[in-house]
């Protein structure tokens, strides 16, 4: 899970890749921001590391808030729910 500025993102995937990591969750938030880079992205994709850039995990998790879940809702019908 990353949650940083956008410009610090790249050096994380970057570490990630170094360390082994082979799946990274990028957050973006709703309100306030994102920690999603495309040159992060790109380099997950060239690097063969799974990624899921934007939204919040939280949205999935058992006893979500109600504004969790009603983001789950919106994304998913909108068609912006990451997969």
């Not at 973006?28 to 380099?43: F, L, P």
Request: hydrophobic share 40%; proline share 4%.
């Amino acid at each position: 899970m990353i949650v940083t500025r956008p410009e610090a993102t790249e050096r994380v995937v970057r570490d990630c890749n170094t360390a082994g990591v082979r799946r990274v969750w990028i957050h973006e938030s709703m309100g306030k921001g994102s920690s999603v880079s495309a040159e992060a992205v790109e380099y997950c994709h060239q690097h063969a590391i799974d990624v899921i850039a934007g939204a919040c995990p939280m949205m999935y998790g058992e006893g979500a808030d109600l504004g969790h879940r009603c983001m789950r809702v919106i994304l998913k019908l909108t068609g912006g729910l990451p997969t």
